[in-house]
């Protein structure tokens, strides 16, 4: 698949400008991603990539640290990138245990 910039990958987020078409910035699914889960039994967790691993059967597991320093793992299938270390594309609310886009 080939995206109208070549370091844009599949499964990396996109941040759009509506008014204009025009990508405003993007984040790759990579170690060190900020990664939102939205499925699956960590569904609503939030953690940073500490590394990724392809399964001999072509899936591939991430492995992440959330806020509290406690590690988990999910199938890359089941995530999706929300930011990195520096910023977000989403807000995320501890209290409501919510998340919700940010308006520009």
Known sequence: M????????INDMVKVDIRTN?????????????????????QGRVGVIKRMEVQTDGK????????????????????IVIGNGVELLISLDEQQESASVQDE
């Open 2 to 9: 080939i995206f109208c910039d070549p370091s844009i990958s």
């Open 22 to 42: 025009k990508i405003v910035s993007h984040h790759s699914f990579e170690a060190g991603a900020v990664v939102f889960i939205y499925s699956g039994s960590n």
């Open 60 to 79: 591939t597991f991430i492995y992440l640290e959330d806020s509290n320093g406690k590690l988990f793992s999910v199938l890359m299938t089941k995530a």
